[in-house]
């Protein structure tokens, strides 16, 4: 069984930053991919960014070149580093976790960018 619990998220102006945080109950570190996705209101959720066990890295194209991912396996921990953020870029933001096997997600983190 694995928790995980996000953390970070808040309003930020257009163009501003923040860092999201999933903080994982256990080790990450057998986990194969780890992800971040985000749910507008009236939208689907969609898969912004994920990182393997080997550092390979995929991003939708919305956000390629402004996100970054990353995973600090010593303390359990994936981020978003999210930069020149944009209005539509508000959603809830959900971690996930796939050990090979299951499917494992957090309970969401509010980003609202607005002016």
């Known amino acids: 069984q ?8 808040g309003l930020v102006q257009p163009g501003g930053s923040l860092r999201l945080s999933c903080a994982a109950s256990g080790s990450i570190f057998r986990i194969y991919i780890m992800g971040w996705y985000r749910q507008a209101p009236g939208k689907q959720r969609e898969l912004v960014a994920t990182i393997t066990s080997g550092e390979i890295t995929t991003y939708t194209d919305s956000v ?8 600090d396996n010593a303390k359990n921990t994936v981020y978003l580093q999210m930069n020149s953020l944009k209005p539509e870029d508000t959603a809830v933001y959900y971690c996930n976790a796939k050990p090979g096997v299951g499917d494992y997600w957090g309970k969401g983190t509010l980003v609202t960018v607005s002016s």
């Open 2 to 9: 694995v928790q995980l619990v996000e953390s970070g998220g």
């Open 64 to 71: 390629k070149g402004r996100f970054t991912i990353s995973r």
